[in-house]
């Protein structure tokens, strides 16, 4: 079982940044492939970034060049830091563990004013 706990989101006008943290409970976390997904409202959940037990990374076409994913295995969690944002980029955004099981954190909330 893994436990995923998001912070780091909050309410921001348009262009400033954010960094979301993910943190893991269990101390083998480095040999799980690691993703942030989002939700907008009335909208279906989707793909923001991922990142590998390799380092290997993964962007959605709409945060290309803004978002960036990273992982600090020794501390058990992966962040996402948000540059230039914008009032698309409004959602709950949550954290997904996979290693043959998918796991997914309780999500935190993006707003971006305009």
């Known amino acids: 079982q893994v436990q995923l706990v998001e912070s780091g989101g909050g309410l921001v006008q348009a262009g400033e940044s954010l960094r979301l943290s993910c943190a893991a409970s269990?101390?083998?976390?480095?040999?799980?492939?690691m993703g942030w997904y989002r939700q907008a409202p009335g909208k279906q959940r989707e793909l923001v970034a991922t990142i590998t037990s390799g380092g290997s990374t993964n962007y959605a076409d709409s945060v290309e060049g803004r978002f960036t994913i990273s992982r600090d295995n020794a501390k058990n969690t992966v962040y996402l830091q948000m540059n230039s944002l914008k009032p698309e980029d409004t959602a709950v955004y949550y954290c997904r563990a996979v290693k043959i099981v998918i796991y997914w954190g309780q999500g935190t909330q993006v707003t971006v004013s305009s």
């Open positions: 269990r101390s083998i976390f480095s040999i799980y492939d």
